[in-house]
């Protein structure tokens, strides 16, 4: 389907397509309305309704322009004809008077009474015309070209106003005025949006670059307030027509991150943007936080939730004021490669970056000031850094198949490399009590270590067979949770060391990522199959249906701290906020003074799955003689 028109009241809705095919359907239904209309020798390219919604003009490959009347569906007159170009847009004028068509190889104007040339051809872009569009007062006509301009015309004398709108560095795929006139907005395949003063021909402000591909079409809202767009990755992305900022993603979204307080969450993008929004509202918070060169990996807030930190590409770390939204002196430089994340310490006065020249470093937040040398020692790029809970130790994952850990106060390795793992190390996590450090590895499995004694605690945690893509613990350290290619989510019991139940299977792709719930009780889980996916993370058993929405890879989750919230990040450029069920068991502990003894779980739950005690608060039941063998 080429293109869509609203008629003016709205009731109708007219779409264009390959087909050959100009079709009606009534908006209030969906359903199509009397039978479609046929004549071109070819797929139809765009369709416009007449000011009083009488008639409808549509434009074909076969380089026709042809009129058809609305209520009928009966052809009015015969095809415009020129030479044979195809046509690529249609417009009519706001009194009915003309039809403007752009093909080809021109700008024409048509007599919508009598079908004939109204001027001569307009072909002063000397390229192909992709869009036409007249203003309110029906006295100019826009056009957008291959040529990469925008042009005004006077509709009555065909003759150019004023010099082309120059600034796209692409072809210019649509063009649309606003209501009043006064504001012009071009789409391109450069990416950008551009808007324009349609009286000096100027640009008015920077361009709106949030798009991650050739932008198609663009669109004012009736009250001129907002900017619609469609662009060449599938998506519609609205813009705020007065300050211009675009109100979702337009690249890739690689790291998300939530304020300790829940009401921010920090994304960034391959936009080489960092944007803040209110997690309440959904909305963009204040301006983005622009000034990276590169893509943006990681992204996290300090702990009072006064700073972030973004780590990107271009080899650099910046720090933001969140209040001002401004950038807190010069990046951090010294990295020589791509920084892959980013963490602060418990305290906030620190934060650790890892980077694809296989160091880490330390910077000290308050002088924005790298501490002592690199921390050198993997021996290829460090892909995931964490902070144990105290901040003394620094945990890092290496593509070098290890794991490490670096005393913070001495700035150097502690112990010997961590390894095991038979290929690269994607994640790593530390328990809540900093005993124990969970690795997710591309040889298909979860691994313990000790942190005192940098020994294995325990054998390798074995059932994905596939690559390990994250991991994460409860927040209460009973359980650790893992995602992997195996398209399964995976719960263990971190101190029993072994598989809690079943693997907990859904997604149809590999699993990307996984966070716990606050109180421990839900694990989120986001999967190459585009979805995310909750579950109960005492009896594995899923909640409610899968939450779709986003149209590609989910690579990123977190829980805001009140539970209420599931924020998820995407390669579809978008992050998104999801609502999470309310815990019934909430409800029933209130109803309850104790929990369930073990032979009643057994009997209740299942013998596959690990007891658990579901209400934190109530006492557990002491075992009779003989109870809970398999415990």
């Known amino acids: 389907v080429r293109a869509v028109a609203f008629s003016p009241d709205g ?26 209309l046929t004549g071109h020798e070819g797929a139809v390219q765009a369709v416009a309704f007449s000011p009083d919604g009488r008639r409808l003009a549509s434009g074909g490959a076969d380089g026709s322009v042809r009129s058809w009347d609305a209520a009928t569906g009966q052809a009015v007159g015969a095809p415009l004809t020129a030479d044979g170009d195809p046509v690529n847009d249609v417009a009519i004028s706001p009194g009915g008077r003309l039809i403007a068509s752009g093909d080809d190889g021109a700008v ?23 869009a036409v569009a007249f203003d309110p007062a029906g006295r100019r006509l826009a056009s957008a070209g291959h040529d990469r301009t925008v042009r005004l015309w006077d509709a009555g004398s065909a003759r150019p106003v ?15 005025f606003s209501p009043d006139g006064q504001r012009l907005v071009s789409a391109s395949a450069d990416y950008n949006l551009l808007l324009w003063d349609t009286e000096t021909g100027q640009a008015i402000g920077d361009a709106l670059t949030g798009h991650g591909q050739e932008v198609f079409s663009a669109a004012f809202s009736p009250d001129g307030r907002r900017i619609v767009s469609g662009m ?144 050198a020692g993997h021996e290829g790029a460090v892909l995931d850094v964490a902070f144990s809970p105290d901040g003394a130790l620094i945990a890092t994952a290496g593509a070098d198949r290890t794991v490490r850990l670096w005393d913070v106060a001495a700035r150097r390795q502690r112990g010997s490399a961590l390894a095991g793992h038979e290929g690269l190390v994607n994640a790593v996590a530390f328990s809540p009590d900093g005993a124990l450090v969970a ?42 949770a893992s995602g992997g290619e195996d398209k399964m989510v995976r719960l263990w019991d971190a101190r029993a060391r072994r598989q809690q139940g079943a693997e907990l299977a859904g997604h149809e792709a590999a699993v990307r990522s996984v966070a716990f719930s606050p109180d421990s ?20 058993a899923a909640i409610g249906n899968p939450l779709i929405g986003h149209w590609d890879v989910v690579d990123g989750l977190a829980f805001t701290p009140d539970n209420t919230t599931v924020v998820s990040g995407s390669w579809d450029r978008n992050m998104r906020t999801w609502p999470v069920p309310p815990d019934a068991s909430g409800a029933l502990c209130s109803k309850l003074t104790q929990n369930l003894s073990r032979d009643q779980w057994l009997e209740s739950v299942s013998p596959d799955v690990g007891y658990v005690a579901t209400c934190p608060d109530l006492p557990v039941p002491a075992p009779a003689d003989g109870e809970g063998a398999g415990g």
């Open 11 to 36: 009731r109708r809705l007219a779409s264009a397509g390959d087909d050959g095919s100009v079709r009606l359907w009534d908006t209030a239904t969906g359903q199509a309305v009397g039978t479609p």
């Open 108 to 130: 024409r104007l048509w007599d919508a009474a009598t079908g004939e040339p109204a001027a001569a051809p307009m072909t002063d872009h000397g390229a192909s015309v992709h």
């Open 162 to 176: 004023g010099e082309p709108l120059t600034g796209h560095k692409n072809w210019v795929s649509d063009v649309a």
């Open 232 to 375: 060449g990755d599938g998506t519609v992305r609205l813009w705020d027509a007065q300050a211009p900022v675009p109100m979702l993603h337009g690249l890739w979204v690689l790291d998300l991150d939530v304020s300790d307080d829940g009401a921010l969450i920090a994304s960034t993008g391959v936009d080489q943007i960092v944007r803040l929004w209110d997690a309440d509202t959904e909305r963009p918070v204040g301006g983005s936080l622009a000034g990276h060169q590169d893509v943006v990996h990681g992204v996290a807030f300090s702990p009072d939730g006064a700073l972030i930190a973004t780590a990107s590409a271009d080899q650099t770390v910046r720090l933001w004021d969140v209040a001002t939204r401004r950038q807190l002196g010069p990046a951090l430089a010294g990295h020589e490669g791509a920084v892959l994340d980013v963490a602060f310490s418990p305290d906030g006065r620190l934060i650790a970056t890892a980077s694809a020249d296989q160091t880490v470093r330390l910077w000290d937040v308050a002088t924005r000031r790298q501490l002592g040398p690199a921390l």
């Open 439 to 480: 690795s997710a590895g591309a040889d298909g499995t979860v691994r313990l270590w000790e942190v005192e004694t940098g020994q294995a605690a325990a054998e390798p945690l074995a059932g994905h067979g596939e690559a390990v893509l994250d991991v994460a613990f409860s927040p209460d350290g009973a359980l650790i």
């Open 521 to 540: 009780r839900r694990v989120a889980s986001g999967g190459d199959d585009w979805t995310v996916r909750l579950w109960d993370a005492g009896t594995g």
